[in-house]
């Protein structure tokens, strides 16, 4: 019979007895933990793409349709009395973007204008901008940036046209405004003389960025990647998710059609409502992971569409051979046909990125997708990729199946506070060879009488709340725990623009306002897990007087790395093959130790004791508490005060080198070792 401290090396979570607990840090060496413990999954979600961190200010800059979302002139707008009217031109701009504007009219000033994605911030920075014009024109053209609030012109460029009849020339400019707006209420306008002009000019891919982040040309939004940037990530997981799959055919996520020059991008309906215009493709995704250090874990569609169209077996070839081909435009060699593409797209000859882990679909056991996923699908996926990529990790979109030689596996859980802390000890049971990602997660709901999961049919919280976020922390401890079988977790989605929502909670939440982004209580959780990395896993027991959890009390402990004083413990390239982590420091290079924990549902405060072996008298640790004094169902909120509280102290260790502290209910900190 196990005692009651042995049992609690292993579960990780005990009742506090007289609300105090003391725990010892082993000095065995335990399992090493994955480099990629925390990342980012993204999708074009609620214009998490076009009109969030991909940085163009111009809504419908192309004028892109389809039948499930056709061309339109909107939100574009007549300026003085214009005429617009949509037209495919016998001489398209290219084949991609076969649709344009024509603009008539014979008055000066005439033209269109463009209110941006719900708004476009101005401020004293340079924009730059581009479009194409067709037609015999040889005045100028004026592009513009204006207050709706004031009226006043806040920036203007004059640009001579260098437009002829028959044939379509870009034409570029800067604009340089010398104060900001007052509010985000402005618009971006094009005119030109309509009395120079014989009949009507036509425009398309009408664009303006503002600055980007590392200034790359068509690049990202600087506020919301830096707020990406401080939740510490290690992995990028994309392009979905949802968007991934497609409605229906044939409507997937297409690779080769988001890459090269914008004008060979038609764009594509996305699954969330709008268009997506592929601006923010296949480059740009790995820009991003390159402009953060992140590993990518790219996903591939996997023959099944969201309304349930499946692709049988004998049609499947075309669509692993299509992943194939978009691994080897990524990493293969000049003299492929796809290295060879990217050399002729101007990307050079080296690989854009080492493709480490790449995911077959996406939730592929839902739609009655289960069957044909598990009989022939993800074993036809993994055997092609295994074949030409013996070291790639593929992963599973779901773990309902049995899997295959070192394939891992994506686990989904949207849930209730109180479920997610049931979930602590969930993957105790993990199988190393078979290693688990936790692509999404997040609380949809508050909690609710008599418990119970989510219901995607009910309504959901807006933002993320505290008690939530400390659920959250619950589970993520307990996958932390569980080193030797877990890859890493990421929220989703991670981006809402709240003028246009599809789907609540979200992690990080923004308007055109680029000053103000809204860092959601479960943000400010995940950036403080992250920011200490454990490199080697520990176990802990607890004093014989403390009794087996659940709860209120969860934790997690270890060393830290030697080589990167525990932030970011390892670079992604460390690692690159499964089933086993490498061991990132010999226990002879310990630099330390962190003790990570989060109260739920305690009756008060916890008198904590933590002892780590080595530690002597006087020794210090670095303390960071997170609480939200609101209450448990505070959130950040646009406009809204920051409701988590963050604590930041010295401790000292006493005369037997133990830490002495006090862990609030509905807390989470992490202790670390000086």
Known sequence: MLTAAVALLFVGAAWALNNSLSLTVSSSSGNATSPLQYGVMFEDINHSGDGGIYAELIQNRAFQGNTVFPSTIRPWTAVNGATLTLQNTSTPLSSALPVSVNVAGSTSGIGISNPGFYGIDVKPQTYTGSFYVSGSYSGSFSAALASTTSGNVLTSAEIQSQSVYGKWTQHNFTLNPTTAASDVNNTFSLTFDGAAVNGSLNFNLISLFPPTYNNRPNGLRVDLMEALKGLNPSFLRFPGGNNLEGNDPPYRWKWNETIGPLTDRPGRPGTWGYENTDGLGLIEYLDWCTDLSLEPILAVWAGEYLDGTITPEDALQPYIDDALNELEFIMGSPSTPYGSLRVSLGLGTAPLAQIRYLEIGNEDNLGGGQSSYDAYRFPLFYNAVKNVYPDMNVIASTPDLTLPGDALSDFHEYARPDAFVSQFGMFDQGVPQHKTLIGEYATLQYNKPGGGGANFSAPRAPFPFWEGSVAEAVFLLGAERNAASILGASYAPTLQNVDSTQWVPDLISYTADQDADVRSTS????????????????????????????????????????????????????????????????????????????????????????????????????????????????????????????????????????????????????????
């Not at 992250?530 to 607890?542: G, H, K």
């Not at 630099?591 to 549902?601: C, E, H, L, R, S």
């Not at 530690?615 to 209450?631: D, E, F, I, N, R």
């Open 523 to 674: 943000w400010q959780m995940i950036a403080l897990l992250s920011a200490s990395r454990i490199a080697e896993t520990r176990a802990v027991t607890a004093d014989a007087d403390a009794a087996a959890g659940p709860g209120p009390v969860y934790w997690v402990a270890g060393t830290k790395s030697a080589s990167s004083n525990s932030s970011s413990a390892s670079s992604p390239a460390q690692q690159k093959r499964h089933p086993h982590f490498p061991r990132q420091s010999p226990p002879s290079e310990t630099a330390g130790y962190i003790f990570k924990a989060a109260v739920y549902n305690a009756t008060s405060e916890i008198e904590m004791s933590v002892s780590f072996p080595g530690v002597s008298a006087g020794s210090t640790a670095t303390l960071t508490v997170l609480t939200a004094p609101g209450g448990p169902l505070t959130y950040n909120r646009p406009g809204g005060e920051e409701v988590v509280t963050k604590s930041v102290s010295s401790v000292t260790a006493s005369g037997n080198g133990t830490f002495g502290f006090v862990a609030p209910d509905l807390s989470v900190l992490v202790l670390e070792t000086d």
